[in-house]
Each structure stands twice: as C-alpha cells, then as structure tokens.
C-alpha cells in the first residue's frame, strides 16, 4: 500500500562545505529535497556522489549544515540509514550469489526480520520485473537486470526515500527507458521520495519533479523544473529574412529592452525573458518581437512560442 506523503522537506543542506585534506569538494551547496523525485544534476566529478554519502551520513561536513529526516546524518547516522535507501553507481555485485539472496541480505541489514525481508525481497524483485529471475546468480545477469537488482535492494525495506547514483549508467534506450518509468512508479504509486543523481540533462527533466544544479563545488540553481524553466512560455524562436544590416539593428534594439535576451546567429534568434526584477512576460516578448520587425522592414519566416529546455537552464548556470 501507498505510503503517507509528506508535505515538508525530507533534506535540507546549508552552505555546506566539504574538504578532501586541502582539496575542495563542496563549497556553499545549498537546497531542498522534497517529496517527488529530484534530481542531482551536474558534470562528472561536481560533487554529486559526495552528497549522497554526506546524506547518508558517510562522511561529515567541513562546514554549514545539513538536516536529514530532522537529524544531523553524520552523529545519527543508523537512525537515516534505516529510513533510506541507496543504489550505488556502480555495478560490483557478487557474481555467484542470487539476486533474491542479495536483496534479503541487504533488507536485514535495514532491521527487518528474515522471515520478513525474504517476503520483500521477492516483492521488490517482482516490482522491478524480476520475478522470474530472482534466484538467478547476478554474475549471469545484464546490466540492466543488475540496475534493477540494485534498485529493488533500495527499496525492499519500505525506505522513506532513496539515492539512486547514475540508475542508467550502461544501459540501452529500451532499458533506460523502463528504468525511468519504474523510478516514476515507485514515487508516484508507493510514495517514496527519490534523489536522482545524474549527469544526463534529458532524464531529469523527463522523470524529476524538481532538480538541483551542482557545479565548481556550488548550487548553481535548483527548485522545481518549472521554476527553472520559467514557468509557462518564455520565449519565442524564430527565423528571419532580412539583411543583415537590418537584423543587426533588429537585436540591437530589442537587447536594450528591460528583461530580455537574445540568444542565436543573424537568421535564427531565440528571445526569452531572463529572471530580472525586470522580466518581461512571453505575451511582451510576442509583442516586442512582432513591432520590431515591423518597424525595420524584417520578413519573418517562422516564429513560435519556445519554452526553455533544463538544458538551457543548466548551460546559463554553468556559464
């Protein structure tokens, strides 16, 4: 049966900061983890697997603070481990051993009784469609199958919410794909808040409620996917026909406008509003676009309401 959804945060990170010896990792990250499914978006080598084992209460902060599930992770971490639970990125899974043996092995280590754990164990197997494959040795499997061994082993104890590192990481557009519709699943229909650690633009926004961007060791911005991307259209493309004198002139005028950006080359343009106190609405940027056109004599071949992608979002936040 569903889980009872909360309503406040279940993670919240303040200014943290993280050292390796003198080798900086994390350097005032900051955000929210809510109930959905999140995503922990950024570069390889950004940090993003080092906040996951600062929430699991792995190692501790060298800085600001951190509240997992109402405690500090690092001096009570068997009281979040238990409520969590984590699929790492890598796929090492003893060869010789089956898949249900694994996933009730990992369910005790959570606290649940044997008798218990092997009754879930082979439920979550059979969630991640494995059922017919659960006494299988994990040496034999794909990497798929092993994606989702990992994944049924997160969530076999009935966690409050779960870390999944790069849940994708070497499989196939089909595999991907029932990947991301079981992480969906497990949040939407079993209430179980994910954080999905990526460095793969697409699948975030494809199956995350919210995302947080971690970049040089910072929180380059984060909320909910469509605060990122700015709510309802916020732009528009379009192509033009015209000189280029005129078209210079055309964007010249339109980049001293409070509130806008122009974005492209001379026959292709993309403008948006950014995020100034300043910012115009889609509906002004229509307008502003349709007379300054006008007034310079510019044919316009196409022009179209654009929304912004995650990917525009996370490329102005890295640059």
Request: proline share 5%; glycine share 10%; with cysteine.
């Amino acid at each position: 049966m569903p889980t009872a959804v909360r309503s406040e945060p279940l993670v919240t990170a303040r200014s943290l900061v993280k050292r390796y010896g003198s080798v900086p990792v994390l350097d005032d990250v900051s955000f929210t983890v809510n109930p959905g499914v999140t995503g922990l978006l950024g570069a390889n080598g950004a940090g993003k697997t080092t906040i996951l084992g600062m929430i699991l209460g792995l190692h501790p902060a060298d800085g600001g603070e951190l509240d997992v599930l109402g405690h500090n992770p690092w001096k009570a971490g068997r009281q979040v481990r238990t409520r969590i639970g984590y699929a790492p990125e890598h796929h090492t899974l003893p060869p010789d051993l089956r898949a249900a043996e694994f996933v009730k092995h990992v369910a005790e280590l959570h606290g649940l009784p044997p008798d218990e754990a092997t009754t879930r164990a082979s439920d979550a197997l059979w969630l991640v469609d494995l059922g017919e494959e659960r006494f299988r040795p994990m040496g034999t499997m794909s990497t798929g199958q092993r994606q989702r061994v990992k994944l049924a082993q997160a969530i076999a104890h009935d966690p409050e919410f779960v870390l999944l590192d790069e849940p994708t990481d070497g499989l196939d557009p089909t595999q991907r794909d029932v990947m991301l519709d079981l992480i969906r699943h497990i949040s939407e229909d079993f209430g179980i808040t994910v954080v999905l650690s990526s460095h793969l633009i697409d699948e975030v926004e494809r199956v995350c409620d919210g995302a947080i961007i971690i970049g040089e060791g910072r929180t380059l911005a984060s909320g909910t996917i469509e605060e990122l991307k700015g709510g309802d259209g916020v732009g528009v493309a379009l192509e033009l026909d015209a000189g280029d004198e005129a078209i210079d002139r055309f964007v010249t005028e339109l980049q001293r406008l409070p509130g806008l950006m122009v974005e492209g080359d001379s026959r292709h343009l993309h403008v948006s509003r950014n995020d100034g106190v300043d910012s115009t609405t889609s509906s002004d940027v229509l307008v502003a676009v349709r007379d300054g056109c006008a007034d310079h004599g510019i044919g316009i071949v196409r022009l179209e309401r654009r929304r912004l992608r995650l990917e525009d979002v996370f490329l102005r936040s890295t640059q």
